[in-house]
């Protein structure tokens, strides 16, 4: 895995779902395929750009379009009862049914459709975190910071919508260090196209 820090542009930073599309044209060789990078806005400047830490399974191409301040190649040593600080931030949501939406047939069975609704107290949020490491790792301290809603918008689908950001930063205690990794590399949670998911760890 590489571990990048990237600058987006204003136009390219302003809207979430414009990030990840700047952030795809890092990887070339893939341009339809499926995504194997995880990401995080580290700083916004309003009319200036935005910096993002970027994790990737492949190395990211230079572009003209997007710049690569730093790659490193990410070398891990995890083990058992291991103590790591780590930052996350995530979209804890929760899916109920709603009635208004009618009901479906799928296999042969009625169901009633379902819509995601963000958690939004905060030992909801830390159970929900606990649930993602739930068999590779424990939370043994943790400090949830509630964001401001993120609002995105999809221009050639013509659809608008938010989430409601959370950001964990922590203590965990690795329990199962392979069963921990392919955590890491696939990311926690919903909304990895809009910044959220990348696990970023350190020596505690």
């Known amino acids: 895995m590489y571990l990048s820090k990237v600058r987006l542009n204003w136009a390219q930073a302003k809207n979430p779902y414009e990030q990840h599309r700047a952030l795809w044209q890092l990887f070339p060789e893939q341009p339809d395929g499926k995504r194997d990078f995880l990401y995080r806005v580290e700083q916004t400047l309003k009319g200036q750009g935005a910096v993002v830490l970027m994790q990737s399974l492949q190395r990211p191409a230079e572009n003209e379009n997007v710049e690569l301040l730093a790659v490193r190649e990410l070398q891990l040593s995890l083990y058992q009862e291991q103590f790591l600080r780590f930052r ?24 009633t459709r379902t819509v995601r609704v963000p958690l939004v107290h905060e030992e909801q949020q830390q159970a929900w975190l606990e649930r993602k490491l739930a068999g590779c790792a424990s939370v043994q301290a943790l400090n949830i910071q509630q964001e401001m809603p993120l609002n995105f918008h999809k221009a050639r689908e013509k659809y608008s919508g938010k989430i409601q950001p959370v950001l964990f930063d922590g203590v965990l205690m690795i329990e199962d260090e392979q069963a921990f990794l392919d955590v890491l590399k696939k990311g926690i949670g919903p909304a990895k196209s809009l910044g959220c998911g990348l696990i970023s760890l350190a020596p505690a």
């Open 88 to 111: 996350l931030r995530a979209n804890p949501i929760k899916a109920i049914k709603d009635k208004s939406k009618g009901e479906r047939i799928r296999n042969g069975k009625s169901y």
